[in-house]
């Protein structure tokens, strides 16, 4: 992989978690994220995003309206329960989701850092990278971007990346591809609205290594596209148009199987890749769906209330944990503990039932 490389900011020398409290209801306090909890907006102090990456805690965050990035990866080792140092600090504003990789992790540059004038196209922007276990990490440009919302790196037709760029004499929004160890291009543009300068894509999803996709941000609602490797196009989905992922948070968005599930709206919106189908589902509670989790065959659910659980492929969910903290805002399910983060910077632990 071609790579900008981009040095260890700061050591991995452990550094100790807050003092570990015990809420109640079975909930322990594991630590303030120092580097979230020292930025300087109550967005930015949001832990957003939350990732499993060997056997260590990764929290996003940052406020990408005030800029306020870079944005220190600092992993929250679950062994020792302290955290490990900063080990990158990304070249973005903002953290919002992390995705695996077969040979690793990676977060996107959501928001690059180059900022005069307001928003320009950044030649660096792209994604922060590890392949060695998260002990050290490097940025890779894709080409000039406005943002880079979300990558996909496990399809059978490439590498991939979605955000904006300029087309249309205006912010476009741009799919860009990568082949092999080719450089990256631009593959798609075709849902520009050239009257609206931020319409984007927000997320793409690999199932079964196929991508989809889908537009947001313009007038009317895009196609769900998906990529058809033998004729090299992006085909709409046939069927009627519906919003998948009525969000800006390419972190509300997982696969489970052969659904795209989506946190967005007054709970989830799922697409059956098989069949086509489009379905909404409410949880039991009634709250809106704060974040999701997908661990094998299970899908867990995150509101302000509770964490709940399907086993049958989010068709019904059950309780399994009453959330009893303030403003949760992101979740992440190991083997055997629930881990949820806080707009107060907070990582939160809870046995699984």
Do not use: C
């Not at 695996?100 to 928001?111: E, M």
């Not at 590890?130 to 940025?139: A, K, Y």
């Not at 999803?205 to 895009?222: E, N």
């Not at 209330?305 to 979740?331: C, I, K, M, N, Y």
């Amino acid at each position: 992989m071609a790579i900008w490389s981009v040095p260890i900011i700061a050591s991995a020398t452990a550094v100790p978690a807050a003092s570990a409290s015990q809420p109640s209801a079975g909930w322990t306090l594991l630590g303030v994220h120092p580097q979230a909890a020292a930025q300087p907006t109550s967005l930015g102090r949001r832990i957003i995003e939350l990732e499993i990456f060997e056997n260590a805690l990764y929290a996003g965050f940052g406020d990408y309206n005030a800029n306020t990035g870079p944005i220190s990866i600092n992993p929250f080792d679950l062994d020792s329960r302290m955290f490990l140092g900063v080990r990158h600090n990304a070249y973005t504003h903002q953290i919002a989701v992390y995705r695996p990789a077969p040979w690793g992790l990676v977060a996107p540059n959501i928001d690059p850092l180059q900022d005069v004038p307001l928003d320009p196209l950044d030649p660096n922007g792209g994604f922060s990278w590890t392949d060695n276990g998260g002990l050290t990490w490097n940025q890779s440009p894709i080409g000039p971007s406005y943002h880079v919302y979300d990558v996909a790196m496990q399809s059978s037709s490439g590498q991939w990346a979605v955000g904006a760029a300029a087309g249309g004499g205006n912010g476009a929004p741009t799919v860009w591809r990568r082949v092999g160890a080719g450089p990256w291009q631009v593959s798609f543009q075709g849902d520009n609205d050239p009257a609206i300068g931020n319409d984007r894509y927000y997320w793409i999803a690999v199932v079964g290594g196929v991508p989809y996709i889908q537009a947001r941000g313009s007038s009317t609602v895009k196609p769900l596209r998906f990529f058809d490797s033998t004729s090299g196009a992006w085909r709409s989905l046939p069927g009627g148009v519906s919003e998948l992922h009525a969000s800006g948070n390419p972190q509300h968005l997982q696969v489970l199987g052969t659904q795209i599930v989506s946190a967005s709206g007054s709970g989830l919106r799922i697409l059956d890749t098989e069949n086509g189908a489009f379905r909404a589902v409410q949880m039991p509670d009634g709250l809106p769906v704060l974040d999701l989790d997908v661990r094998g065959s299970e899908l867990f659910t995150l509101t302000r209330g509770a964490v709940f659980r399907s086993e049958d492929g989010a068709v019904t969910f059950q309780r399994v944990v009453t959330v009893d903290a303030p403003a949760p805002t992101s979740l992440a399910v190991s083997a055997d503990t629930i881990y949820v983060g806080t707009a107060a910077s907070q990582l939160l632990a809870h046995l699984l039932p």
